[in-house]
């Protein structure tokens, strides 16, 4: 059996993969299917342990699937001197974008503008910030590695004005000196995400969405599993039951405190907190800024990118504290506002609400506290054992994400007496392997299945060499070509996959995270939505009435958000946000309980 049908994530694997967690005993389990999570679900299994992950909604439906889309080392890191975790972000990035994830990772342009002064008197200052950001720069090449193909980007290069403008000619000539051009990496995290979960399920791991962790299981003092919600079970089923295991890993980010509280019963205090810090993006059109590259612009408060993502701009982020529903963090207004006049100080035309195509919101989770004796700290991220059989990863950030995996994964071996190091450094996901020639070889492709150049390169960058299933679809349905209504941009096979191979179980899943429909389109994926139920219902078996409310649970959604996007502050962004259920409460509208009233352990 190849990777590919191996690491596919069918209806029809789901159900066998329930019956796998009711039935059997693992080495390691996995709550949470951010990008830590399934990072560690593929550490765990290349080194041939027997692995479960459970993820109460969707793949990367959290934090792993709202951030900047930048795989980076963090220039900040450098002005506060720290080096080894600048190192380790740039050692990752190089791995992701020339071995591990090419069709995922390639390098984005990023402009530095240097401030223009007041004439001659200023020319030492301007000489001092350019020699200032330049070092800077220069440091960050040097970490990454001046020279050898692993880097995977190009080297700075200083630019004048004119030069400047040339790239990005929407910067305002009266506030610009010069610039220096970088280059970072450009993911889409969401889908790095689903293919690490697919890459872990070609090694044999069960992985399953849709599955939530109420409560630990123990003998005594040691957690030996874990109990679990199926929040996809019919109505009179027995939709919670246990997975038994030998080691239990918490991977759930924001949520991280939720396992903290499983605990307090046996008076156990853990001894880290993690505090959600909320950041903010917007969309525009790319016809809103001329520009070739990136921007990275230093504020008061924060540092903000201006990012180009295909045929749009990505604006974020902020940087406030959040302590409202961690399941739907909401950009109110302010956000908004603060984003568009930070950004509109160098633009040459002004941007307005009007420019403004998707909004979307996500949490950092930063590390708010202590560790007792037994952790494993970094300043980025923290691995401690709060209980035997209990390992807990916390912080961090979604670049370094394979280090975390292999920490939390390390500790475990060491607990199974495993004598096995990580293999991930070395194991390309899925999609990777060939990509380079595949690409190369992209015109004869798009020749013999009697498509576009401009369609198959759209694939490739999305699905890397897993293209070839893709074009199987098409070769055996003609109509599976067609473009996807409301989204020239995307095919309805694309669909298809997302649901046969993908896990995608909801409208949801496919138009926010399969596809980045819903912060790309105007209309946030509103005029897809009933194309989109119709492909997926024809995998999942949808009758009318199930395709209706798929689509209407999808409008509520959009529309919670649109509101919350009015709301002047956080408090009434997120009551507005509220106002639309999760879809993932259909178990309720068939009477079967109330998901949402159970501890929201695993996301």
Request: charged share 25%; no cysteine; aromatic share 6%.
């Amino acid at each position: 059996m190849s990777r590919s049908v191996a690491g596919q994530l069918s209806p029809e694997r789901r159900a066998a993969d329930l019956r796998r967690l009711r039935a059997e005993r693992f080495d390691v389990l996995i709550i949470g299917g951010g990008v830590t999570g399934a990072g560690a679900a593929l550490d765990a299994a290349s080194r041939g342990l027997k692995v479960a992950l459970v993820e109460a909604r969707d793949y990367a439906a959290g934090t792993s699937s709202r951030s900047s889309k930048l795989i980076h080392g963090g220039l900040r890191y450098l002005e506060q001197l720290e080096f080894h975790l600048v190192h380790e972000a740039l050692t990752e990035r190089g791995l992701l974008a020339t071995r591990l994830a090419p069709h995922l990772v390639r390098p984005v342009p990023i402009l530095v503008p240097l401030p223009a002064g007041s004439g001659v008197r200023d020319l030492p200052a301007r000489l001092f910030r350019r020699s200032y950001y330049g070092a800077g720069v220069a440091a960050y090449d040097a970490f990454a590695g001046i020279f050898g193909g692993g880097r995977g980007m190009p080297l700075h290069r200083h630019l004048t004005r004119e030069g400047a403008r040339r790239i990005f000619p929407s910067l305002r000539p009266d506030t610009l000196a010069g610039a220096i051009r970088y280059y970072d990496g450009q993911v889409d995290d969401a889908r790095l995400v689903v293919t690490l979960a697919r890459t872990a399920a070609s090694l044999g791991a069960t992985v399953v969405t849709s599955t939530r962790a109420v409560g630990l299981i123990r003998q005594a003092r040691e957690v030996t599993g874990v109990r679990v919600r199926d929040l996809e079970a019919p109505a009179g089923s027995e939709a919670e039951f246990e997975v038994r295991a030998r080691v239990v890993v918490g991977a759930t980010g924001v949520w991280s405190d939720d396992m903290s509280r499983m605990l307090n019963d046996v008076g156990l205090r853990p001894g880290i907190r993690v505090r959600a810090s909320k950041g903010v993006h917007l969309v525009v059109p790319r016809s809103a800024i001329t520009g070739e590259a990136g921007l990275i612009l230093r504020t008061a408060t924060s540092v903000l990118f201006v990012i180009p993502w295909g045929g749009h701009w990505i604006i974020g982020t902020t940087d406030t504290d959040w302590r409202l529903d961690r399941s739907h963090p909401a950009a109110s207004a302010r956000d908004i506002e603060y984003l568009l006049d930070q950004v509109n100080t160098v633009l040459d035309r002004p941007l307005t609400t009007a420019d403004i195509e998707g909004v979307y919101a996500g949490l950092r989770p930063l590390l708010a506290g202590e560790a007792d004796s037994t952790s494993k700290l970094s300043r980025e991220h923290a691995v401690f054992e709060p209980m035997l059989g209990l390992l807990l990863v916390a912080g961090g950030k979604y670049t370094t994400y394979r280090v975390m995996a292999s920490d939390v994964v390390d500790r475990a071996a060491h607990r199974l007496g495993v004598v096995r190091p990580s293999r991930t450094a070395d194991l390309p996901l899925l999609g990777a392997d060939g990509y380079a020639s595949m690409w190369r070889d992209r015109a004869d492709l798009a020749r013999r299945h009697g498509l576009p150049v401009g369609v198959v390169e759209h694939l490739l960058e999305r699905y890397g060499t897993l293209t070839r299933d893709l074009l199987a679809l098409i070769d055996a349905d003609p109509l599976q070509s067609s473009p996807l209504a409301g989204a020239p941009e995307y095919l309805a096979a694309e669909v298809t996959y997302a649901t046969r191979a993908e896990g995608a179980l909801h409208l949801e899943d496919v138009l926010t995270r399969r596809t980045r429909i819903s912060f790309e389109t105007a209309h946030r994926g509103l005029d897809s939505a009933e194309h989109t139920a119709e492909l997926m219902g024809a995998v999942l078996g949808w009758d009318a009435a199930t395709r209706a409310r798929e689509v209407e649970h999808y409008r509520a959604r959009v529309e919670a958000e649109r509101q919350s996007q009015l709301m002047p502050d956080d408090a009434t962004a997120d009551a507005a946000r509220l106002g639309a259920p999760d879809v993932r409460g259909f178990a309720a509208d068939r009477g079967d309980g109330d998901p949402a009233e159970l501890p929201s352990s695993s996301r």
